[in-house]
């Protein structure tokens, strides 16, 4: 685990505890407002908790972290318990779903891993939905779960939506005629609620949905190796290497790492699956067969349109850095094209740009067919219980997770976070005043940075960037020209100083280090700190301007230029 991607979230909160405000931060993308495209109402909770409580960021992130994963434990077993599975099967199953690394590794993702953690409680929500039998109250529900479920994380509303839209075919193929009217209904509520939530995404960050369709070479790439499902990393498991089949290496797959590292299947959850089909027949419960198809339909979803079966890319090398072409993967370099392949050409699927991800709901979907096995051994006398605890002990072995591995991550991250904090935001606190709008000036030019929003919600400014690649997009079309040309495009020192004489802001900031790399391993390497230095020494040859360099960030004003830490802002009024 590293700052990463941490840093938005935990900028979007304290940007939120600062301000007082719900749903859009003032401090950054001036000009346009400032929307998460996921992550809300996680950061919502951690916002009201470190508004209220007298407690640092870290600790507000993990109280609400905790409350997260509370809701995320009872979602898993509800959904297993409304699937056939007893209340000691399903607490087993929760656990096991949430110790798998497509989701307990997603902490490198950290809204992402709540979203993640979070989809049972939507498939759950759909299957109590159904046996309500007031419509009002089905749609309240669906509408309230799907909306904060897409709010929270797009990806796994979207997989959710796969299991109801199996379910609500299912309700409508085993109707009885009297009760086919209803069922009718209650697929119009379902789709209505999901038809609300969208809207209320789209109002809340118009064009927030809108992504270009990747070409298919793109998906070929994301989707995951077979090798993958073998691929047991031990760096992520208590037990080390069982069998030869270790970690792969990212760069050689086609991908930037998410494939290899989390879609590791495993004998536990295979023989899950087996035992399922032999033992339990899912043909003979519409829920089972709902769960079957939903899971066979994800797996093939995850594989992207191409199989691949140990396809690497001849040309790669282990430490080749990660690039757009990457991602790409030639159909000649699979085994053979899929029939779905159509499918990633089509909303909302075609936005679904990580297809790997898909294995989230296979996981969910093999833990309660694994579940389901155990229940069926149980009942089968001795030779049952038998298999069922040795199969159980297997299972405890393959998937417990390395916990000592887990908490050196976190101490080394959060050594860097009060690194961080010490060093550059004490530093750029002192060199601007609460309430001066700055740019962000780091490099050729205005990238996908993970730092800005973070910068000013700690130090107090604001800012016209901001962090993440979408909010980006939706930030530099709502900038002043001028601003827009010299921070997206390459320009000389002195053509972007000159901004501030064209575009109203009060300092030009140019950080030490990289606003984006640089946050996977704080603090950065000296050599990128010298690089960086020199190209903000460039600005102290200037004329007119007022250049001042620190440690980690160099500052410019216009010589007439007054600071502004007098300024009240309106979220600061008392």
């Known amino acids: 685990?590293?700052?990463?991607?941490?840093?938005?979230?935990?900028?979007?909160?304290?940007?939120?505890?600062?301000?007082?405000?719900?749903?859009?931060?003032?401090?950054?993308?001036?000009?346009?407002?400032?929307?998460?495209?996921?992550?809300?109402?996680?950061?919502?909770?951690?916002?009201?908790?470190?508004?209220?409580?007298?407690?640092?960021?870290?600790?507000?992130?993990?109280?609400?972290?905790?409350?997260?994963?509370?809701?995320?434990?009872?979602?898993?077993?509800?959904?297993?318990?409304?699937?056939?599975?007893?209340?000691?099967?399903?607490?087993?199953?929760?656990?096991?779903?949430l110790a798998l690394p497509i989701v307990f590794a997603k902490s490198g993702y950290p809204l992402m891993l709540w979203g993640f953690a979070l989809l049972p409680a939507v498939l759950w929500a759909q299957l109590v939905a159904w046996r309500l039998h007031n419509h009002?109250?089905?749609?309240?529900?669906?509408?309230?779960?799907?909306?904060?479920?897409?709010?929270?994380?797009?990806?796994?509303?979207?997989?959710?939506?796969?299991?109801?839209?199996?379910?609500?075919?299912?309700?409508?193929?085993?109707?009885?005629?009297?009760?086919?009217?209803?069922?009718?209904?209650?697929?119009?509520?379902?789709?209505?609620?999901?038809?609300?939530?969208?809207?209320?995404?789209?109002?809340?960050?118009?064009?927030?949905?809108?992504?270009?369709?990747?070409?298919?070479?793109?998906?070929?790439?994301?989707?995951?190796?077979?090798?993958?499902?073998?691929?047991?990393?031990?760096?992520?498991?208590?037990?080390?290497?069982?069998?030869?089949?270790?970690?792969?290496?990212?760069?050689?797959?086609?991908?930037?790492?998410?494939?290899?590292?989390?879609?590791?299947?495993?004998?536990?959850?295979?023989?899950?699956?087996?035992?399922?089909?032999?033992?339990?027949?899912?043909?003979?419960?519409?829920?089972?067969?709902?769960?079957?198809?939903?899971?066979?339909?994800?797996?093939?979803?995850?594989?992207?349109?191409?199989?691949?079966?140990?396809?690497?890319?001849?040309?790669?090398?282990?430490?080749?850095?990660?690039?757009?072409?990457?991602?790409?993967?030639?159909?000649?370099?699979?085994?053979?094209?899929?029939?779905?392949?159509?499918?990633?050409?089509?909303?909302?699927?075609?936005?679904?740009?990580?297809?790997?991800?898909?294995?989230?709901?296979?996981a969910i979907g093999l833990v309660a067919m694994l579940m389901l096995f155990f229940q069926e051994l149980t009942g089968r006398g001795r030779p049952g219980n038998a298999v069922a605890i040795t199969l159980l002990l297997w299972v405890a072995a393959e998937y417990f997770p390395d916990f000592s591995h887990r908490l050196a991550l976190s101490e080394g991250f959060s050594n860097a976070f009060r690194q961080l904090d010490s060093a550059a935001i004490e530093e750029l606190s002192t060199l601007v005043s609460p309430g001066e709008r700055v740019v962000f000036v780091a490099g050729d030019r205005y990238g996908n940075e993970f730092f800005s929003t973070y910068l000013c919600a700690r130090a107090g400014c604001r800012t016209f960037n901001v962090s993440g690649d979408k909010p980006r997009r939706l930030a530099v079309a709502s900038w002043p020209e001028a601003l827009r040309e010299r921070l997206t495009q390459s320009a000389s020192a002195a053509q972007r100083a000159q901004l501030l004489n064209e575009v109203d802001f009060d300092v030009l900031v140019v950080p030490h280090f990289h606003m984006r790399w640089d946050s996977y391993t704080w603090p950065p390497a000296d050599e990128r700190r010298a690089e960086l230095r020199a190209v903000a020494e460039s600005y102290h040859a200037l004329e007119g301007f007022e250049v001042v360099s620190g440690n980690w960030f160099t500052t410019v004003r216009t010589m007439s230029a007054e600071r502004h830490s007098d300024k009240q802002q309106p979220w600061q009024a008392k």
């Open 1 to 97: 685990m590293s700052l990463g991607l941490m840093l938005p979230a935990l900028g979007a909160i304290e940007c939120f505890a600062q301000t007082g405000a719900w749903f859009y931060c003032p401090l950054t993308s001036l000009g346009e407002q400032h929307a998460l495209t996921y992550g809300l109402p996680m950061v919502q909770v951690a916002g009201l908790i470190r508004r209220l409580a007298p407690v640092d960021l870290l600790t507000a992130w993990n109280l609400a972290s905790l409350l997260v994963l509370y809701v995320a434990g009872l979602g898993s077993q509800g959904f297993l318990r409304a699937i056939g599975v007893n209340v000691w099967l399903a607490v087993a199953g929760s656990i096991l779903f």
């Open 136 to 362: 009002v109250f089905a749609f309240a529900l669906l509408a309230v779960v799907f909306s904060l479920a897409l709010f929270q994380e797009p990806y796994s509303l979207v997989m959710a939506l796969t299991f109801g839209g199996w379910l609500a075919i299912a309700q409508l193929l085993t109707a009885a005629r009297a009760s086919w009217p209803s069922k009718v209904l209650r697929v119009l509520v379902w789709l209505a609620a999901a038809l609300l939530a969208v809207f209320l995404y789209r109002q809340y960050i118009p064009g927030g949905a809108d992504y270009a369709v990747m070409p298919m070479d793109y998906f070929r790439g994301q989707g995951i190796d077979l090798l993958a499902f073998l691929s047991r990393n031990p760096a992520l498991y208590a037990l080390g290497p069982l069998w030869g089949v270790g970690a792969l290496e990212p760069a050689l797959f086609y991908t930037d790492g998410e494939m290899t590292a989390h879609s590791y299947l495993g004998l536990g959850l295979a023989m899950g699956l087996l035992g399922f089909v032999i033992l339990v027949r899912p043909w003979r419960n519409t829920l089972h067969m709902v769960l079957l198809v939903s899971v066979v339909a994800a797996f093939l979803m995850a594989l992207g349109p191409s199989l691949k079966i140990a396809s690497v890319a001849e040309d790669r090398v282990a430490d080749a850095p990660v690039t757009f072409d990457t991602y790409r993967m030639p159909a000649e370099a699979a085994v053979v094209g899929l029939p779905h392949a159509f499918v990633y050409e089509i909303a909302p699927f075609s936005n679904m740009r990580s297809v790997s991800r898909w294995y989230l709901l296979v």
